[in-house]
């Protein structure tokens, strides 16, 4: 009987410490998405400067649509440079979400799409090695250029995703991810 008592004892024992055990030797580490409420691209040609803003301060899941406020149309055969610049305006003072794309540039990469009859062209001027600690040769594209050439109109959009398959053929089939941010905005070049 002592024998059946003190087995009975040690697995209780065991089951405690087991529980009981410290398993924080490897923690999870959650990397919280951000919050963006406000995406404004800015294309620019000396003078001539476009901007494209996207604002939804209830987010993508409150009740109310983003407000879109697009400054002008594009000139016809010239060559803009670009950038995109991600907000949280739930914060005050707001926050600029693209420090933190630029400090992760490796999980990041915008894609932009032309579509309908618009006659523009993109391509990225940045890569994961403008943004320290990152080395990789891989686009990001916070900032990049976009080419037009007759007048036209159509849809530009930008899509924001958050580890993409990288190296990946430019395509948002391609890259996979999650989709932080996206925006279509009607364009037209005059």
Not at 18 to 38: A, L
Not at 47 to 57: A, K
């Amino acid at each position: 009987m002592n024998t059946r008592k003190f087995l009975s004892m040690l697995a209780i024992a065991s089951v405690l410490m087991y529980s009981c055990s410290d398993d924080d030797d490897n923690p999870v580490v959650v990397n919280e998405e951000e919050v963006i409420t406000t995406m404004t691209v800015t294309l620019t040609n000396g003078t001539d400067v476009v901007t494209l803003v996207s604002r939804d301060l209830d987010g993508p899941d409150g009740p109310n649509a983003p407000v879109i406020d697009i400054s002008g149309p594009l000139s016809a055969n010239t060559m803009y440079t670009g950038e995109v610049e991600l907000l949280n305006e739930t914060e005050t003072p707001a926050e600029n979400v693209n420090e933190e794309i630029e400090g992760e540039a490796d999980e990041h990469q915008f894609f932009y799409e032309v579509a309908g009859t618009l006659n523009a062209t993109t391509a990225y001027t940045d890569t994961e090695a403008d943004y320290p600690p990152n080395t990789g040769t891989n686009p990001v594209g916070i900032t990049f250029s976009l080419t037009t050439t007759d007048a036209s109109t159509g849809s530009f959009s930008v899509t924001l995703r958050h580890e993409p398959k990288k190296p990946n053929d430019g395509t948002l089939a391609d890259a996979g991810g999650d989709t932080d941010i996206a925006q279509s905005f009607d364009v037209t070049i005059q």
